[in-house]
T-cell receptor
Framework: AQSVAQPEDQVNVAEGNPLTVKCTYS??????LFWYVQYPNRGLQFLLK??????LVKGSYGFEAEFNKSQTSFHLKKPSALVSDSALYFC??????????????FGTGTRLLVSP | GAGVSQSPSNKVTEKGKDVELRCDPI?????LYWYRQSLGQGLEFLIY????????KSGLPSDRFSAERTGGSVSTLTIQRTQQEDSAVYLC?????????????FGPGTRLLVL
């Protein structure tokens, strides 16, 4: 079975500092990995995804994530945080080998709070 | 172009009533998903439609939940005899699903409150 762990319920960072939101995953085969962001009372917005190829994936709003197969991780990063980045972030995985399972399995979410 | 739309945006109902939630996917997207976001439960998959194939209903929590997708486009999620534990945000997503790598794009959700 697929699973995603986001070990931190909340991450606090000062504006201008780098941020990292952690994600580890478990799948039987090779993964497709996604990051989404949710602002208050809004749906999920796609940030970036890893399918294959370069382990460093760049996405929207200056975010990037690094796929690390040996550590089964896909941490979200940004070099310089903005107050407007404050939101709820979800990591999700899909099992590439099991084409019958098209659903995304989500982590429990990490709330990012960027202070001015 | 237009994104995924959902209606209503908010729904308050009494326990035991039936509710219908609607999702309009992005035009041309063949796959449609329903997820539920509950406090303390995170995001959970409910049901998946792909083209004319039989839907994957493996995530539906009980037989009070059902969904249909008419003409390969609009979908309706129906909850019969609502219970207080059904209170949640119901999210719809759509994708192209040609290669299995496509991104799911989410609507704004319907916030359901069962009193």
């Amino acid at each position: 079975a697929q699973s995603v762990a986001q070990p931190e319920d909340q991450v606090n960072v000062a504006e201008g500092n780098p941020l990292t939101v952690k994600c580890t995953y478990s799948v039987s085969g090779n993964p497709y990995l996604f990051w989404y962001v949710q602002y208050p009372n809004r749906g999920l917005q796609f940030l970036l995804k890893y399918i294959t190829g370069d382990n460093l994936v760049k996405g929207s709003y200056g975010f990037e994530a690094e796929f690390n197969k040996s550590q089964t991780s896909f941490h979200l990063k940004k070099p310089s945080a903005l107050v407007s980045d404050s939101a709820l972030y979800f990591c999700a995985v899909r099992d590439r080998e099991n084409t019958g399972f098209q659903k995304l399995v989500f982590g429990t979410g990490t709330r990012l709070l960027v202070s001015p | 172009g237009a994104g995924v739309s959902q209606s209503p945006s908010n729904k308050v109902t009494e326990k035991g009533k039936d509710v219908e939630l609607r999702c309009d996917p992005i035009s041309g997207h063949t796959a449609l998903y329903w997820y539920r976001q509950s406090l303390g439960q995170g995001l959970e998959f409910l049901i998946y439609f792909q083209g004319n194939s039989a839907p994957d209903k493996s995530g539906l929590p009980s037989d009070r939940f059902s969904a249909e997708r008419t003409g390969g486009s609009v979908s309706t999620l129906t909850i019969q005899r609502t219970q207080q534990e059904d209170s949640a945000v119901y999210l719809c997503a759509s994708s192209l699903e040609l290669l299995g790598t496509e991104t799911q794009y989410f609507g704004p959700g319907t916030r359901l409150l069962v009193l």
